[in-house]
């Protein structure tokens, strides 16, 4: 049923034997089975407690990477209503690594923009595996802009392992692109909110991550570069991601601790792939939690965002 | 190393004593292999003077060489948390840091300072390659930060000199939050009215080209900087085939738009202090000489001018 992390063996252990036993029973050869597949539901979800009780930052690295776990798209399917994609970055092309556009949340329009993985082979490659190039970033500043022109709050849903690293990508100037787009997220007078619901991969993530509000999801990562970078440049040992990971401070709490975020959404347990409804609720709960405190209080967003930014680091 | 440094070190070492030699008399020149005298390189600003090579410089001797007479007042970098994240990796991140304040003779990898080109007073920041690679982290994002504020309150153009091969990975996400805070305190000089000019120097990698060395008004390069946001390891891994030759170096980077001119170490005060004094609207120096030449400036009038 799902693709089981390796620290999930005993889950997928008794989940297996819980799937022969209602093949048996369902193929009416087996005796009263059900107080067997009740006891084994009952140490399966016990295990998979165990198993999520105190997840290490390279477990949560493989959370986060879940190829089942919920994207962007299924958020913009989840909580917004109306929702018009717009394409292009008036320059070179469109990259669907980056989905952007207009929409409403619970009736109140807003700014969407977010990196999608995709979900399947098909629609990995479509997205480019969530990892944008230049023109993704400059349909995101698009897209900002208009927002701003029409006072309208930007939500951004951040998930990639990073901008893309291609011949193409810094051809067509990706570094600028990315400062760009962050200099854009800073600049914006309208609210903004940025919920990191996957990894959020150095540059690449940060480009559209730059908000009044950062929130994580609880299996969340945010990291200046990826566990396996690090441990090949600090280490020079591939093997030596599980360190880089940890040593790092990756986690949405270890970020909450050092209040480069600002909350943490708690996902069920599992992990957000065992119940997506209820993690994307839980995210567009607080969602609207924020925006109806930013309607009620105006305030200057972009002094607020500045000053929130430049304090970062100050007060460890 | 080669019969030149065994041959004639020992000899001036027993001469000088070991404290004042430079660490090569002879530097190898990486483009031709031609060797060149260390003291002839220096009066060139480390440019080697056949194959016009730009070698790496350290922040004090750039600021020499960039300020009027070589004199500038360094500012005090902000002093920030060291270590936040207790990190290590093969080595304590305290005791990297101990090693590069000792190789360099910084605080970390950026130096600020006060001075004047052509007459024109400027604030200056330089990243030194030596620290740490140049990495950006929170020492470097609040030094940078502390100089642009410095240069809007003393309403001066920013100059800042890049090299770095990106964050400074040792202090994790902290090092990433420096992207948007050297980008608020930028915008904040841009909106003061003041020029940002970036002088990218090789090499200029990571998250720094993802941020304040890619936000110039004005993008200067010297000749074959590497410049790019992923490092040419990574590419190549990425895409299973030899980069193009030349690729993100500064002159491929002017061909595709991103910076304004690549321009040689030897005439970067002149081409800056050129471009700002026009930006900061400073009157024309006196041209005793040229005067003659150049007509004098079209003074416009309105009853004089004939209809045209």
Known sequence: MYNYLDFEKPVQDLDGKIIELKKLAESGEAVDVADEIARLEKRSKDALRDAYKALTPWQKVQVAR????????????????DFTTLAGDRAFGEDEAIIGGFARFRGEPVAVIGQEKGSDTKSRIKHNFGSAKPEGYRKAVRIMELADRFSIPVVTLVDTAGAFPGVEAEERGQAEAIARSTSACLGLKVPSISVVIGEGGSGGAIAIATANRVFMLEHAIYSVISPEGAASILWRDTTRSKDAATNMKITAQDLLDLKVIDAIIPEPLGGAHRAPETVMKAAGDLIAKTLADFAAKPTDFREQRREKYLAIGRSL | MNWITNYVRPKINSMLGRREMPENLWIKDPESGE???HKDLESNQFVIPSSGHHMKISARERLKFFFDNGAFETLENPKVATDPLKFRDEKRYVDRLKDAKAKTGMEDAILNALGTIEGLPVVATVQDFAFMGGSLGMAAGDAIIHAFETAVEKRRPMILFAASGGARMQEGILSLMQLPRTTVALDRLKEAGL????????????????SYAMLGDVHIAEPGALIGFAGPRVIEQTIREKLPD?????????DHGMVDMVVSRLELKSTIARLLKILMKTPEASRPEKSEIVPAPVVVTTEARPQA
């Open chain 1, 66 to 81: 879940h190829p089942d776990r919920p994207h962007c798209l299924d958020y913009v399917d989840a909580l917004f209503t």
């Open chain 2, 246 to 254: 030349g690729f993100q170096r500064a002159e491929y980077l002017m």
């Open chain 2, 35 to 37: 060797m060149v005298f």
């Open chain 2, 195 to 210: 020029p940002y000019i970036v002088v990218l120097t090789n090499p200029t990698t990571g998250g720094v080209t993802a």
